[in-house]
């Protein structure tokens, strides 16, 4: 294979301010075949300046850093360079918390324990435009949401149907459209047709809109 035939690698910029964190994330993907790490910063607003000058594709940003905070990068980052999909790395597990850094613009929430190979699988979800949440973190956001559902009887503000809830519930837990058609058998133009009804009914932009707004109007 030419070098110019082999796949585009993920450009990916690693804003942590613990060294050792950024070394061990760098170390791991390597030699990854759809990652590579273009650069890194310590704080948010390197972050920002990383961005303007490296142009990634994905930012992995920890929450708590000094100067400026993950929160509040993010925000700019979504704000000025909406293209930039960022993938929020902490070590918190609140519900609250995963609310706060979705409305802040982060495609995927991926916990700092977190396997080599997840933390690639959110980095390549977020840059596909899908969520992503780490599995402990889906756990404990949607089964408070889903109790509250299930206990409601009136139809949501939203008129969703049945299947459109369902396929709701499927994309806030991170699904690929791929996946879900194979869940509930059906084809995957039908999932993105949905996904589209979906995002026009609840008046957002994405998948990490949709799934925010879903789970902070109980919707899943």
Request: proline share 4%; no cysteine; charged share 25%.
């Amino acid at each position: 294979m030419k070098s110019s035939d082999r796949p585009t690698k993920i450009r990916v910029l690693l804003a942590d301010d613990h060294l050792i964190v950024r070394e061990g994330i760098r170390s791991s993907f390597l030699r990854h075949p759809a990652i590579t790490i273009v650069g890194d910063a310590a704080n948010g607003l390197e972050a920002i300046a990383k961005v303007r000058k490296l142009s990634p594709d994905v930012v992995l940003m920890d929450v708590n850093m000094p100067e400026m905070n993950g929160l509040e990068a993010t925000a700019l980052i979504h704000k000025e360079f909406p293209a930039v999909k960022v993938v929020a790395l902490t070590v918190h597990h609140s519900r609250e918390y995963v609310l706060e850094i979705l409305r802040s613009g982060a495609r995927a929430y991926v916990l700092k324990d977190a396997s080599p190979d997840e933390i690639a699988e959110a980095i390549k979800a977020a840059f596909s435009g899908h969520a992503f949440f780490s599995p402990s973190i889906a756990s404990i956001v949607l089964k408070d949401y889903l109790h509250t559902a299930q206990s409601q009887t009136a139809p949501n503000q939203y008129g969703l149907s049945g299947r459109e809830t369902e396929v709701l519930r499927l994309i806030a837990k991170g699904r690929t459209t791929k996946e879900i058609a194979g869940q509930i058998n059906v084809g995957a133009r039908t999932i993105e047709t949905y996904r589209a009804r979906l995002m026009r009914k609840l008046n957002v932009r994405n998948a990490a809109e949709l799934t925010s707004t879903a789970i902070a109007h109980q919707l899943v």
